[in-house]
Nanobody, 125 residues
């Protein structure tokens, strides 16, 4: 049974930082490109960042470029999202996602095979 378990969300003031983690189990981690998506209240789920299976290539949505860093530790089956200079518009539930290696790049919603349950990030102004 595949599980993606996010952690690290919470309440932070604007300008602050958070590091989200996603621990994967039940799958061969290096067979998957990994990503982070987010969904704000009343909005559709959107792509935030992704990293290829080996960690060599990353992709970011424009709104987080320069403020976010995605990374992975294949020995720990974990993917991370470091978010700095947080803004109130970053408030959302952040979801970890796994897409089969060799699929389309960058990731989109339709490419995702497995989802985590999400972790809430709230940025206060």
């Amino acid at each position: 049974q595949v599980q993606l378990v996010e952690s690290g969300g919470g309440l932070v003031q604007a300008g602050g930082s958070l590091r989200l983690s996603c621990a994967a189990s039940g799958l061969t981690f290096t067979n998957y490109n990994m990503g982070w998506f987010r969904q704000a209240p009343g909005k559709e789920r959107e792509f935030v960042a992704a990293i290829t299976w080996g960690g060599r290539i990353t992709s970011y949505t424009d709104s987080v470029k320069g403020r976010a860093t995605i990374s992975r530790d294949n020995a720990k089956n974990t993917v991370y999202l470091q978010m700095n200079s947080l803004k109130p518009e970053d408030t959302a539930v952040y979801y970890c996602a796994a897409a089969p290696r060799g699929g389309r790049w960058p990731l989109s919603l339709n490419d995702i095979q497995y989802w985590g349950k999400g972790t809430l990030v709230t940025v206060s102004s």
